[in-house]
């Protein structure tokens, strides 16, 4: 049995069971601000358009994947006013309590599920427990369930404290495709922010562990290369054709072979590739789907300028063109001392948590990292926090799933962490 | 206005109007049928698994494909007793005329369509005389229609002729993924043939040109390459990737660079390649669809164990694992100078005819190889002839046409030269 | 015992010893001219730079090797005056007879070794019969030296026939790096010439047969790419290097996958390649020695244009720069049927000649072909000629020798041709 | 005018003009072994076999190489009692000096010159003080000269010193090529070591700073892979040959492309390929010096076998043999904090030194590791000092060379953290 509030704990499996990927949150987005209402007073809540900067979402899918999820979260009931704001994938909600006179906290918490279907073993908790996703193609395989019920668990716990000054919790849609981060970022909502707190359940920390200032994200940035030749018969005359697929396969190997780099870790990788129409044509198109990462936004830029030029050579090598697409991206970030210590020190002394790590290192990428660096740019702090659970699969797998104990720790260390905020600066 | 038969041009059209790709030639089967039970008294008409080896079919689409085409046919209104003959994608016929003592003699036509659009442009004579196609993702871009028509007319005319001997059509499916050729030489049907006659339209040859005897048929194999590795987080943990764009990449740069053959010409294409699922992990499948060909069956051969090596030896480079998938093939076969001196002599005295060549290379490939080396290996003599017609774009293109008083010089070609052979042998 | 004469035999087996390499036949063109100068009374006989069109020489080596050889020469008491005649590598000779009225005949023959060591087997017959090269690293292993022999063999039989017209003999050097043909073929000697014949030993036809015409010589061109980068320590800083051997293997990988041509046999080889300093720096430099080939000049342009693609484009992957370099070239060519037919019937009376091949293809190439083209330009007709001779190692082959009576039959086939020609314009 | 010794200078600029480079160093060690007798009373001195653990030599010369420089190091004057020792390439040394009870402190220096020309610019110090290198193709460019001479200076210095307990300074040869190291930990004189100190100087920190424990050493190793075809007429045959330079290059691309990893810096490099005989024969063998490296040990071995797949797998797709040789390797290794403190502590009192730093990164590899890895595994502490000189050019650039004043500083630090170590452990 759950020492997490038995409420939150349904809410929580309610979202599971309808997992929505990057700016299809309709339902997810509904259902928070449904629930957030029903609970809560809250001073102003801002929903879609309202909480994002519109022009900076990156990795939006097409009007025809928008169209039908919208649909899917109407058939299964989501309130209509609040679908009417969402349309076109605007997702996403920023909650807002205050408290009177006292610093303006910020809470970041993602909300989106994976484009990946979950496991149907009967050994698997949701499974088991009758709250497996009903999409067949989608899953919350990464926790963003969890994520977004400490989301609402936190403004309750704050709404009932004494804590002074204002809280602002920013529901965040679109994370996997690291699409949303930067959107919430350049909203009016971050400006008066002066600490920002952002977590993550899992990472191999088990239950009961906290870790107070998860580091080394990796800067990401994706693009795409759509090499454009001359399709050619490849019996008759394979001298006529421009063949894409050879500069696909050429800019893969080459990518794949960009110098390492002594200042830190660099990534790249050609995650979706495909060209071509028939066997017995020379290929006319091909693409890579790629992303490439660096321990620092530099390296990530190195990379990028790296790939770019194998890119282009390819093309031209085999006398094609090149369209290169540059998509989402976020920087890297580290979060600041002053926070870790009031993060850790609160930690220690939460129920079930036996262990407080200091610092431990991410080596994936996180858009949280917009955020935390727009409060570190006007003068503010950031912490990013780990809350440990035990997850029988890894992360992005179909058997993921979270232990519910922790979203009860991770609400209390950081409800506790707010409330210290709000008496005294650290 | 054509100097073909007019009701054979009605013909021709109303099958360009129902184009439909390999192994899914119901409509068309049935039409044919149809037209022949109308029009003839046949001696022996075999349908569908009566015209094939059924174990030696190759290319066949899966299950779904077929079912939607065949009911497409049903829709259309093609024969419900034909169709239940072809079920299960068993299209083609074999029509059999006997007269009397004399040799037999086959005549091949191939009647499938291809899968891609057909233009839509008001000059395109089809558009502009109503008989463009009404299957949005089919059309006959390589003049199938014609050769089922000529098909027809030769039967008429050897019908109404004093030729001795028997004559056997072979309506044959699947030519586009040179599927179907092999199946039926592997059929009884081809076992007394003594000269097989084979015709293509167009190839560059204008109308009032004819081509007894065309050659430099590149032999030609189908094969599909599945590597298999495994995913991993591509920013946390590449390291712990088995990345099988990577082996496809080097796969396909190596297989072009297998070494030029000193005895003839040979070809290979990676027509198709995809792999992976998402920018963010290290790709776990990826595939290859290739052809390789040689100007002789052996050069074909060297291409293919060159690209298995370079396959397996990729995958293994990249610890992964391959599943290698033989598809189609068809060998090479040159025309017997008996056959090309009588087609060429008759083809000198067809009206409308001005320009008779021997020998051509053809630079491609054809499944009706394997009926022409069958009827070869027996003692038999076989050729392949080429019909001029002008067309306004290139084969496989969705601007190709037939200029139609080519199917009359193709239709007295070839029964004119099948009732030479009637009367004696050469 | 051969048929030969024996002092054909005994000056062939005296070059054998001395094989000297490309634009170093400083002995065996000194040999060649003191025999000429001591058998027969020619009319004009002219040495080194008199025999050639100097700025046409091609794959000339540097003058340390050039001084080497010839001083060996000297040593191995070569004449002196014209060994003065010869430095600086302008080696071969033109020797003409002139016998009254009648057309300007031709012959071409190359007189050049290679750099490779000979067998020391001693079956190997030189080895048995003690004229086993003497130069560690050079070979006849290409039946030169009897091309040679035959050039003075037929002279003499010319000389003693009653032959009416004009005979030249060319004794081309550097015939197998493709660089002595251009600059006899740009020569003044050749204006004139009506027929030009040329021949080889060999080629995989035995003793006693002729090949009146031989064709397929794939047009070549030697190129020499080479990348150069910034070396950088490779465990320090590999970011700051700029990796030439990168290019350079990228640059071979997409040169061997340059598109087969429908037009005919292309071909293209990266024969030498080579790069960096030390393993722990990144390379700054490499290089790549390759040709490309074609059945046709334009299809060696073709090649030539796609690898010169291939390696800026491969250069510029990597960030650095290539300098290419294009070397010796020779054109394809085809033999003539009117010569073809000459020396077809002459060879069928010559004795020991069982077997006479009309046309045959090389598949290698050979610089004969600038003579034969340039005389085919002028209006003149040429003939290539295969000497069949047993050969018990392959060419280029360390225990390659000549059948001594192909030596007979060679002059013999061609002294015919030439008189015949002599009497009337076939 | 430098604060050094002048003694002590001139035996650096005596060593600057002989330098000798890995298992070479002939002159090198007897003109140590010479200056030590002269100077000191040592207890032990071994010389040559007596100094190291033969079978552990790595990347030793072959036999021509080392003849050749002993017999130079002759030529010079070196003593011939001492040369006759070191025949075989049995060079470097270990002084000993006892005072008494105390813990054993190693000092180990390294000795050689690498393969390169010094620069002739005449305002290169060497050049215009007259000690330029007097071996056209070797050059101290790495300031070993400098450490050789700093290991005199210490022995010296602690003799005169009232130093409690055992000194040993272990004259280290071939340290360029990481092949001496092994030897020397693996020899008896390290089995009583309780702290070992090793040092570099440079490494682009100027004269008057000092570092205290150099880490980031990254393991590496050196492999050589062969790869064995058969040659082919490039334009006659080209089927039938195998090419090792595909295979090369294949090889090379992916190496490169071997994945990053989460756990730390790696690094690839094939700093040397060559291949091919002649751009018309097909290549039959062709060859890659490369080394992988990693942070730690076990990052090496990943790479390492990775590689090796790679190698293994490129000469399996083009049908060649290939050959591994593993050449010479070093661990990782990481200062102890207590060392550290002492050398930080010493440091800041000597004279000329106006910055000490804690620890600093290195990025590169060194033999050093294997000893301090020794000492650390029996227990006892190890650490690396910076020495920091102004060096005009880089590290292995011609233009190297080093500030004398920073010989005295490195003596003073050194010598003063063994005295303090002689008193009292730390």
């Given at each position: 049995m759950s020492t997490t509030d038995p409420d939150l704990v349904s809410l929580r499996r309610e979202l599971h069971r309808k997992p929505e990927p990057a700016w299809r949150e309709f339902y997810t987005t509904a259902r928070i601000v449904e629930e957030l209402q029903s609970r809560l007073d809250l001073d102003e809540l801002h929903v879609g358009p309202e909480a994002l900067a519109s022009d900076h979402r990156m990795g939006v899918p097409d009007e025809d994947a928008l169209e039908s999820w919208y649909e899917q979260a109407r058939d299964h009931g989501a309130d209509e006013d609040v679908l009417t704001d969402l349309e076109g994938g605007y997702t996403g909600a920023v909650a807002v309590l205050e408290r009177g006179e006292g610093p303006t906290v910020g809470l970041r918490v993602d909300i989106d599920g994976l484009p990946q279907p979950e496991s149907e073993d009967p050994d698997h908790l949701p499974v088991a427990e009758g709250f497996?996703?009903?999409?067949?193609?989608?899953?919350?395989a990464c926790g963003h369930d969890a994520h977004a019920t400490i989301g609402v668990g936190v403004l309750e716990a704050i709404a009932d404290s004494d804590f002074q000054g204002t809280l602002k919790v920013f529901f965040q849609p679109a994370e996997e495709v690291v699409g949303g981060g930067k959107s919430m970022a350049k909203s009016?909502?971050?400006?008066?922010?002066?600490y920002l707190l952002a977590l993550h359940v899992g990472l191999d920390h088990p239950t009961g562990e906290i870790v107070a200032g998860i580091d080394g994200f990796l800067a990401v940035r994706h693009l795409e290369a759509t090499f454009t030749g001359e399709p050619a018969?490849?019996?008759?005359?394979?001298?006529q054709g421009r063949n894409a697929v050879q500069a696909m396969a050429t800019a893969v190997q080459n990518c794949y072979g960009i110098p390492r780099h002594s200042d830190g870790q660099t990534r790249i990788n050609a995650g979706v590739v495909e060209g071509g129409t028939a066997?017995?044509?020379?290929?006319?198109e091909a693409r890579i789907v790629a992303e490439v990462r660096g321990e620092t936004t530099e390296l990530m830029e190195y990379m990028y300028e790296k790939a770019e030029r194998v890119m282009r050579s390819a093309a031209e090598m085999h006398d094609c063109e090149v369209d290169l697409e540059i998509g989402a991206d976020a920087p890297s970030a580290t979060s600041d001392q002053e926070l870790v210590d009031v993060v850790a020190d609160v930690a220690g002394g939460v129920e079930g948590v036996e262990h407080v790590l200091e610092r431990d290192q991410l080596g994936g990428s996180e858009d949280a990292t917009f955020l935390m660096r727009e409060v570190q740019q006007q003068g503010g702090l950031a912490c990013y926090v780990g809350v440990g659970t035990d997850h029988p699969g890894g992360h992005h797998t179909s058997t993921f799933d979270v232990d519910e104990d922790s979203i009860g720790h991770g609400i209390e260390t950081v409800a506790g962490a707010i409330e210290r905020l709000g008496h005294s600066r650290p």
């Amino acid at each position: 049995m759950s020492t997490t509030d038995p409420d939150l704990v349904s809410l929580r499996r309610e979202l599971h069971r309808k997992p929505e990927p990057a700016w299809r949150e309709f339902y997810t987005t509904a259902r928070i601000v449904e629930e957030l209402q029903s609970r809560l007073d809250l001073d102003e809540l801002h929903v879609g358009p309202e909480a994002l900067a519109s022009d900076h979402r990156m990795g939006v899918p097409d009007e025809d994947a928008l169209e039908s999820w919208y649909e899917q979260a109407r058939d299964h009931g989501a309130d209509e006013d609040v679908l009417t704001d969402l349309e076109g994938g605007y997702t996403g909600a920023v909650a807002v309590l205050e408290r009177g006179e006292g610093p303006t906290v910020g809470l970041r918490v993602d909300i989106d599920g994976l484009p990946q279907p979950e496991s149907e073993d009967p050994d698997h908790l949701p499974v088991a427990e009758g709250f497996r996703s009903e999409h067949d193609e989608a899953m919350h395989a990464c926790g963003h369930d969890a994520h977004a019920t400490i989301g609402v668990g936190v403004l309750e716990a704050i709404a009932d404290s004494d804590f002074q000054g204002t809280l602002k919790v920013f529901f965040q849609p679109a994370e996997e495709v690291v699409g949303g981060g930067k959107s919430m970022a350049k909203s009016d909502h971050i400006a008066d922010v002066d600490y920002l707190l952002a977590l993550h359940v899992g990472l191999d920390h088990p239950t009961g562990e906290i870790v107070a200032g998860i580091d080394g994200f990796l800067a990401v940035r994706h693009l795409e290369a759509t090499f454009t030749g001359e399709p050619a018969h490849a019996g008759g005359h394979p001298e006529q054709g421009r063949n894409a697929v050879q500069a696909m396969a050429t800019a893969v190997q080459n990518c794949y072979g960009i110098p390492r780099h002594s200042d830190g870790q660099t990534r790249i990788n050609a995650g979706v590739v495909e060209g071509g129409t028939a066997a017995n044509v020379i290929p006319e198109e091909a693409r890579i789907v790629a992303e490439v990462r660096g321990e620092t936004t530099e390296l990530m830029e190195y990379m990028y300028e790296k790939a770019e030029r194998v890119m282009r050579s390819a093309a031209e090598m085999h006398d094609c063109e090149v369209d290169l697409e540059i998509g989402a991206d976020a920087p890297s970030a580290t979060s600041d001392q002053e926070l870790v210590d009031v993060v850790a020190d609160v930690a220690g002394g939460v129920e079930g948590v036996e262990h407080v790590l200091e610092r431990d290192q991410l080596g994936g990428s996180e858009d949280a990292t917009f955020l935390m660096r727009e409060v570190q740019q006007q003068g503010g702090l950031a912490c990013y926090v780990g809350v440990g659970t035990d997850h029988p699969g890894g992360h992005h797998t179909s058997t993921f799933d979270v232990d519910e104990d922790s979203i009860g720790h991770g609400i209390e260390t950081v409800a506790g962490a707010i409330e210290r905020l709000g008496h005294s600066r650290p």
